[in-house]
Nanobody
Framework: QVQLVESGGGSVQAGGSLRLSCAAS????????IGWYRQLPGNERNQLEL??????????NYADSVKGRFTISRDIADNMVYLQMDRLKPEDTSVYYC?????????????WGQGTQVTVSS
């Protein structure tokens, strides 16, 4: 059962910024590493790639494609995880999901939320 809800997507021009929000239960925030994933393009749309991860200890890690542009953070008091996306590129266009960390490339089947669409125009 999905217990995380994404929001904050939208349409921006290349170079712009967006901030995604992920509302989670307190138990998930306190006990799980949380990742932001996005749908792979084309024929691999049934897979998701991890773009950012934050551990229970607060350590973050990023995919090379977003390193230096995206920042993951969390607010434990409010049970929220955020993804600040700066200097967006057209190739960042995708549906973004948050979930308990499952790996770097995972199947889109299973327990995922509705996601939030990010569209970057050139």
């Amino acid at each position: 059962q999905v217990q995380l809800v994404e929001s904050g997507g939208g349409s921006v021009q290349a170079g712009g910024s967006l901030r995604l929000s992920c509302a989670a239960s307190r138990s998930i925030i306190n006990n799980s590493a949380i990742g932001w994933y996005r749908q792979l393009p084309g024929n691999e749309r049934n897979q998701l790639e991890l773009v950012a991860l934050i551990t229970t200890g607060g350590t973050s890690n990023y995919a090379d494609s977003v390193k230096g542009r995206f920042t993951i953070s969390r607010d434990i008091a409010d049970n929220m995880v955020y993804l600040q996306m700066d200097r967006l590129k057209p190739e960042d266009t995708s549906v973004y999901y948050c979930n308990i960390y499952r790996g770097w490339v995972v199947s889109a089947s299973g327990s995922w939320g509705q996601g939030t669409q990010v569209t970057v125009s050139s």
